[in-house]
């Protein structure tokens, strides 16, 4: 990288990024694998992300992103306007997935928990009338064959339990107020069912991601290109809360950050307000708000 290339990359990151971990003794000279934490659900960040990889990527470089399966392609055209990236230095081709896509559970709880929270939005007349499987969006379109017995077995069986709940929630006579905090309490069991599966497949995901770094390094040896990869904040940086750190543990990507020299992980400093997302999600702009 020249020098005045290292030094726009200098001045983008300091206005726009924290740099949560660097190689040691690197700058920005020596970098070419950039991971971007994000909050899935809000927009500014991935907007920044999105502009910071249109104006740094050179040929050769590739996108990894969560959520799709390690080493393989992404298969929507339209995945690079979503992440307001630019296609001119990244092809569709060189746009991978780094994670694990046979966790069943936590896609289905997180789609369960957003429809909890459509029942509660229209309280409460047609609650029985809601049929969960209908409603559900379709998932693990990118999942593995061998899984859709499971699948559908899983679908089955929540989806069985939530329209159950919905019907003799819609026969209580209770006032509204009462149903609200019966559909709160239905949403906590199923966010933290949801959570307990993310923390099972974490170590799974964590040593995909890893992989899928080392392989991709590899393709960007004899060129110019560089990695970026986004990933929600907790498989990037350690939570400031004790019992994330203990149940979604990053020894092992920190470890491997250790043997590299040309590393950064960089967190936006431009944000949503706390008070925007609730408004935003409250809108269905952004329904389910989680962090994965």
């Avoid at 960040?45 to 910071?52: A, R, S, Y």
């Avoid at 770094?213 to 560089?226: F, N, P, V, W």
């Avoid at 020299?261 to 999600?281: F, G, Q, W, Y």
Wanted: glycine share 6%.
């Amino acid at each position: 990288m020249s020098i005045s290339q290292s030094d726009s990359l200098n001045n983008f990151i300091s206005v726009h990024y924290n740099i949560v971990w660097q190689s040691q003794g690197s700058s920005a000279r020596d970098w070419r694998i950039f991971l971007l934490t994000e909050l899935h659900t809000d927009p500014l960040m991935g907007q920044i992300n999105g502009l910071f990889i249109s104006k740094f990527a050179t040929a050769g470089s590739f996108l990894l992103l969560e959520g799709e399966k390690a080493g393989e392609c992404v298969s929507d055209p339209a995945i690079l306007s979503k992440l307001c990236v630019s296609t001119t230095q990244i092809p569709l081709r060189n746009v991978l997935g780094w994670d694990t896509v046979d966790d069943l559970e936590t896609p289905l709880y997180a789609a369960s928990y957003t429809y909890l929270e459509q029942i509660s939005t229209f309280l409460i007349g047609s609650i029985g009338s809601i049929n969960f499987q209908e409603t559900l969006p379709k998932l693990y379109e990118h999942h593995d064959p061998a899984t859709a017995e499971r699948r559908q077995e899983l679908v089955a069986q929540l989806g069985e339990e939530l329209n159950q709940f919905a019907k003799g929630l819609a026969a209580e006579k209770q006032l509204i107020p009462y149903k609200q905090q019966r559909v709160l309490n239905k949403a906590v069991d199923l966010q933290q069912r949801m959570f307990a599966a993310i923390n099972r497949e974490w170590p799974r995901r964590t040593a995909s991601m890893i992989t899928t770094l080392e392989k991709t390094s590899l393709l960007i040896q004899e060129s110019h290109g560089k990695i970026f990869l986004i990933a929600g904040e907790d498989h990037l940086k350690e939570s400031s809360n004790p019992a994330v750190c203990a149940s979604r543990p990053l020894k092992p990507f920190y470890d491997f950050l250790q043997g590299r020299a040309d590393i950064v992980i960089l967190e936006s400093k431009t944000r949503c307000s706390p008070k925007e997302l609730l408004v935003r999600r409250n809108a269905g702009i952004w329904p389910g708000v989680m962090q994965m």
